[in-house]
C-alpha cells in the first residue's frame, strides 16, 4: 500500500491546542482518519503520514484550521463530507500592519458583533487570527460568507452586507423547505 504525507507549518502558539490535554485531540484525529501525526513543537513542523490520500487531505485541512486559530471541535467538522475550510489573507487587501488591525476590526465588530452575526446569518464559523481570517461551513455558506467578509474588507456598510445576507438566508430556507436544496 503506498503511504502519502504532508509536511505543514503551525503557529508555535497553537500546537498545544493540536495536541490537546493529555495528547487527546492529537490521539482522536489519528484515529478518526487513520494516520500518524507527528509534531516538533520547537519548530511548529507537523508531519502527517497516512495511505488513504483524501481522509490525509481533510486532517491537513483540519490541522491547518487548528493553526488558524479554529478550536479542535470546530476543526473537526471538517471531517464531515460537505464541510470546507477558506482562508481569506488581509495581505490581498493591504500590505499595511495597521490596515490590517482596522479591517480584522470591522470583520469582528464591536465585542464581536458583526463577526457573530455573520456567523449566524451563514451557519459559519469564522477565526480571525494573525493575519488571516479563515471560515468553515458546508461549501455554498463558506462561499457567501467569503463575499461578505470581502465587502467589509473592501469597506462596504455592515447594514449593507447583513441585508445581502439575511437574504441569503432566506432563500436557503426557502429552499430547504421546497425540498430543492442548492
Known amino acids: 500500500m503506498q503511504e502519502f504525507s504532508y509536511n505543514l507549518r503551525v503557529p508555535k502558539d497553537r ?34 503520514k497516512g495511505e488513504d490520500s483524501l481522509k490525509l487531505f481533510t486532517l491537513k485541512e483540519v490541522i491547518r484550521s487548528i493553526g488558524r486559530g ?17 482562508v481569506v489573507s488581509l495581505s490581498e487587501f493591504t500590505p499595511d500592519k495597521n490596515h490590517q ?25 469564522i477565526s480571525i487570527y494573525g493575519k488571516t481570517i479563515s471560515i468553515i461551513g458546508s461549501s455554498l455558506a463558506v462561499l457567501q460568507t467569503r463575499k461578505a467578509v470581502e465587502m467589509l474588507l473592501k469597506g462596504s456598510m455592515h447594514s449593507t ?22
Open 15 to 48: 500546537i498545544a491546542v493540536m495536541i490537546g490535554v493529555k495528547g487527546k485531540v492529537k490521539k482522536e484525529l489519528e484515529e478518526l482518519t487513520q494516520a500518524t501525526i507527528q509534531i516538533d513543537s520547537s519548530e511548529g513542523e507537523v508531519l502527517l
Open 70 to 86: 479554529f478550536n479542535p471541535e470546530i476543526a473537526m467538522l471538517l471531517l464531515k463530507q460537505d464541510y470546507v475550510l477558506e
Open 101 to 125: 488591525q482596522r479591517l480584522k476590526g470591522r470583520v469582528i465588530g464591536t465585542d464581536g458583533k458583526s463577526r457573530e452575526i455573520i456567523e449566524r446569518l451563514t451557519d459559519t464559523y
Open 161 to 182: 452586507v447583513f441585508r445581502i445576507l439575511e437574504k441569503y438566508r432566506r432563500d436557503t430556507r426557502r429552499q430547504e423547505l421546497s425540498g430543492n436544496a442548492f
